[in-house]
């Protein structure tokens, strides 16, 4: 059964903006943090923003000021919304949810990914 299904990724020239979204089942989306992580081939998986249920946000350094994490709790979606975009963004991003969003843990439910290129 799928719970999270990723949306919006695609391809973008440097500079440019995408916004990504990610609609949960309601009982994943109201009883959980939200959050995204991406992975560029040959690194690791990183967190890129994650929001509390009370809103709270908090974002990776390299995209700090660019993107911003949001939720929508009547659509039971969680967005990202990312501007300025880089060459160095461009990985597979993946929304995820548990009650805790961390660097340290991975999280108990995934989302099957969207490509997001930017190209230079």
């Known amino acids: 059964q799928v719970q999270l299904v990723e949306s919006g990724g695609g391809l973008v020239q440097a500079g440019g903006s995408l916004r990504l979204s990610c609609e949960a089942s309601?009982?994943?989306?109201?009883?959980?943090?939200m959050g995204w992580y991406r992975q560029a081939p040959g690194k690791q998986r990183e967190l890129v923003a994650g929001?509390?249920?009370?809103?709270?946000?908090n974002y990776a350094g390299s995209v700090k000021g660019r993107f911003t994490i949001s939720r929508d709790n009547a659509k039971n979606t969680v967005y990202l919304q990312m501007n300025s975009l880089k060459p160095e963004d461009t990985a597979v991003y993946y929304c995820?949810?548990?009650?805790?969003?961390?660097?340290?843990?991975?999280?108990?439910?995934w989302g099957q990914g969207t490509q997001v290129t930017v190209s230079s």
């Open positions: 995820a949810a548990d009650q805790w969003i961390t660097t340290y843990i991975s999280p108990r439910y």
């Open positions: 309601r009982s994943i989306f109201s009883n959980n943090a």
């Open positions: 929001i509390t249920r009370s809103g709270t946000t």
